[in-house]
T-cell receptor
Framework: GESVGLHLPTLSVQEGDNSIINCAYS??????FIWYKQESGKGPQFIID?????DKRQGQRVTVLLNKTVKHLSLQIAATQPGDSAVYFC??????????????FGQGTILTVHP | DTGVSQNPRHKITKRGQNVTFRCDPI?????LYWYRQTLGQGPEFLTY????????KSRLLSDRFSAERPKGSFSTLEIQRTEQGDSAMYLC?????????????????FGPGTRLTVL
């Protein structure tokens, strides 16, 4: 069935390094993806999104890359800081078109940034 | 703070009791979603509303669960006859469709969640 999943469950980096978190999806009809950051005891926090008509989108210190050919997207965090330590989820709607509803979330990647 | 708010933040109850959670969405967001999250997992969709209409319910939403959004603003999620397996974080999110670069986006913004523990 359709799914959105992650390659690596944990990622440890040194402060100042760049981090890359990966996500694979199986539904070729998925045309909108969101990255969320979730800190312990809190709800998911929106980071950045991307539509399937784009290959790349940049935000503040973050970049999302989308490869529709292999159904893969990644989140790149530049100059990672200890405050970036959290669980990161990619998510996408199962239904495409202009009406979005439920999101399907991957298992999540735990990012740990060491000072 | 104009984000999504949820109350209570924590709820401890005994098995068999009924519980009700409230979600206040971001003002003017017409869509409201409920998700459930267990430890180590991503959120799982339960149900969502567009205005006051409940448009979709997950198979996860058993007959013991009911959600309402009577005036298209805040929403309540009630669990009757709670079971230990209902212990989880219940998350609410809201969204509003926006046109951006010629396409619609419908970004969901989440509240802090209600942590339910069923003893």
């Amino acid at each position: 069935g359709e799914s959105v999943g992650l390659h690596l469950p944990t990622l440890s980096v040194q402060e100042g390094d760049n981090s890359i978190i990966n996500c694979a999806y199986s539904n070729s009809a998925s045309d909108y993806f969101i990255w969320y950051k979730q800190e312990s005891g809190k709800g998911p926090q929106f980071i950045i999104d991307i539509r399937s008509n784009m290959d790349k989108r940049q935000g503040q210190r973050v970049t999302v890359l989308l490869n529709k050919t292999v159904k893969h997207l990644s989140l790149q965090i530049a100059a990672t800081q200890p405050g970036d330590s959290a669980v990161y989820f990619c998510a996408g709607p199962l239904t495409g078109g202009t009406s979005y509803g439920k999101l399907t979330f991957g298992q999540g990647t735990i990012l740990t940034v060491h000072p | 703070d104009t984000g999504v708010s949820q109350n209570p933040r924590h709820k401890i109850t005994k098995r068999g009791q009924n519980v009700t959670f409230r979600c206040d969405p971001i003002s003017e967001h017409n869509r409201l979603y409920w998700y459930r999250q267990t430890l180590g997992q991503g959120p799982e969709f339960l149900t969502y509303f567009q205005n006051e209409a409940q448009l979709e319910k997950s198979r996860l939403l058993s007959d013991r669960f009911s959600a309402e959004r009577p005036k298209g603003s805040f929403s309540t999620l009630e669990i009757q006859r709670t079971e230990q397996g209902d212990s989880a974080m219940y998350l609410c999110a809201s969204s509003k469709q926006l046109m951006r670069a010629g396409s619609y986006t419908d970004t969901q913004y989440f509240g802090p969640g209600t942590r339910l523990t069923v003893l």
